[in-house]
């Protein structure tokens, strides 16, 4: 089994042109020409997007999650139906209606132009997904907590914010990791937003830095730096998680 | 032993309780007067628990009316949320709050509900874990905790917000036998120090002990009630003796 497999290696390695590959791939003088654009406006933006649509998409995911609870049925369809729409249509699709559409369709000016309008296209998409996971994790608290809740005199709205939704969320805190780490690499999206040179996200930054030099090494730079982000990321809610493991 | 006068500390009359097509409770009739400890006993499926859960309206009754201290809790106009502050609430399953400590789980409603300040509430939550024998837990998290630690911490977090009667629903049930005797205990001293109880249990030895009265159900309805030991020695109903010969 293996020897075919050392048989490929040992041919790509005599037969590659690595001096090509490499200078293809990562050349150190364009490397040294990112600095400091690829740092403080590429990566700047890509977090900052990624925080704001997470931020906004956990805020409105809540609203849509005890929403979609509701015993007024009402809020339960309208909930309903914002899931299934956003979660349906492709990401791309609605950051293209909120940029060039809903503006025009509602006459009024989105804050933040065209970026603005995009982040909130990736807030409605990320709202959609994180409204099911938050419901999930509600419905984990197991029915004696809110009980207990309500017998000390906690009102339903009060047992649900101190009590039902704490234990709710360090149960999807995986989950919701995922959600984070997809909106990072969705932010890459807004590039259909138009970006000027401030706006400019990472993937947007490594592509017109492959239009400008007809090499790959920005590409390299920012796979780089998306990995600098999720990979930490990743063994911090690790550590999260076991920090929480005794409060479940 | 209190006599029986004045305004009961809780008075139910023709109370029915059906879940769907299925009626659990078939028309209860029961005072419980200040300062008096009545325990509840019965086969499985006999309303017990439900007629406990309907008395701080976990379970919303279907018929027949329900008072504490004199008022008319099934009135629309009930502000039930401060009922239930005066009517402590100890469950089969604990039910603490997993995601706080022990001082947690006793502070959260005197400080969010009562609105007791921070070192109040801890006051309190002090004291009563001391009732309970547990002062050195206030730091420990609930899955720290045996079971019955975990139970006497409920029982304090029911005391903490000074409630003038206390529901229990068969509170040793989950237990292992070693630890049945440390909540018994708890329980026994609250009763002697006079607090209005309403206990669903299987233990025999406490209701002959500390019961003022002792009910029996079957089938939804209060088929025998009377001074513990001589229901338990002479049971006058058959369904009684069928039920106690075999538990006894």
């Keep these: 089994m293996y020897v075919l497999f050392f048989a490929a290696l040992v041919a790509v390695a005599v037969f590659a042109d690595w001096e090509r590959i490499a200078n293809q791939f990562f050349r150190l003088d364009i490397a040294r020409d990112q600095f400091p654009e690829i740092i403080t406006i590429a990566l700047k933006n890509t977090v900052l997007f990624t925080l704001i649509s997470f931020a906004g998409g956990l805020v409105l995911g809540i609203a849509f999650a005890l929403m979609k609870l509701s015993s007024v049925a009402p809020y339960r369809w309208f909930a309903t139906a914002w899931i299934e729409l956003f979660r349906g249509m492709p990401a791309l699709l609605t950051i293209f209606a909120m940029v060039y559409v809903v503006p025009i369709a509602f006459g009024f000016r989105i804050p933040g132009g065209q970026v603005g309008a995009g982040l909130i296209g990736l807030i409605f998409v990320a709202s959609a997904y994180m409204a099911e996971v938050i419901r999930s994790g509600i419905q984990a608290v197991s029915k004696g907590q809110s009980e207990a809740a309500r017998s000390l005199g906690m009102s339903p709205a009060k047992t649900m914010g101190w009590i039902v939704l704490p234990q709710g969320f360090r149960i999807i805190i995986p989950p919701l990791t ?44 920012a796979a780089m730096l998306y990995l600098l982000i999720t990979i930490p990321l990743t063994r911090l809610v690790a550590v999260l998680e076991r920090r929480l493991a005794r409060g479940r | 032993m209190t006599t029986a006068t004045g305004t009961p500390a809780i008075e139910v009359a023709g109370l029915r309780k059906s879940f769907g097509d299925h009626e659990v409770l078939k028309g209860i009739d029961l005072a419980v007067h200040p300062g008096e400890v009545v325990c509840i006993i019965g086969p499985s499926g006999s309303g017990k628990s439900t007629l406990l859960r309907t008395v701080n309206r976990l379970e919303e009754p279907t018929g027949g009316s329900l008072r ?137 030895g406490f209701a002959r002990e500390m019961g003022d009265r002792l009910v029996f159900m079957d089938d939804g ?12 020695s002479s049971p006058q109903h058959a369904r009684t003796q069928a039920f106690l010969s075999k538990v006894l």
């Design chain 2, 68 to 204: 504490v201290d004199g008022v008319d809790i099934l009135d629309p106009d009930c502000d039930i949320d401060a009922v239930r502050t005066r009517i402590g609430m100890v469950f089969q399953q604990f039910n603490l709050f997993p995601h706080l400590d022990v001082m947690g789980n006793l502070t959260i409603a005197q400080r969010r509900v009562l609105r007791r300040g921070k070192q109040e509430a801890a006051d309190i939550g002090r004291a009563m874990l001391e009732r309970v024998g547990l002062s050195d837990k206030a730091a420990a998290y609930p899955s720290q905790l045996s079971g019955g630690q975990q139970q006497r911490v409920a029982i304090a977090r029911a005391l903490s917000m000074n409630p003038d009667m206390m529901l229990f629903d068969e509170p040793t049930s989950a237990l292992d036998p070693e630890l049945v005797g440390e909540v018994l205990d708890v329980m026994k001293r609250l009763a002697a120090e006079g607090m209005t109880m309403m206990v669903v249990t299987h233990e025999m």
């Design chain 2, 221 to 232: 309805l209060i088929v025998e009630e009377g001074v513990p030991s001589e229901v338990l």
């Design chain 1, 178 to 221: 995922n959600e984070f780490v997809l909106l990072l690499k969705d932010t890459s999206l807004l590039f259909i937003a138009g970006s000027t040179v401030l706006t400019k996200e990472l993937t947007t930054y490594a592509r017109d830095g492959l239009t400008n030099t007809g090499n790959g090494t920005t590409l390299v730079m």
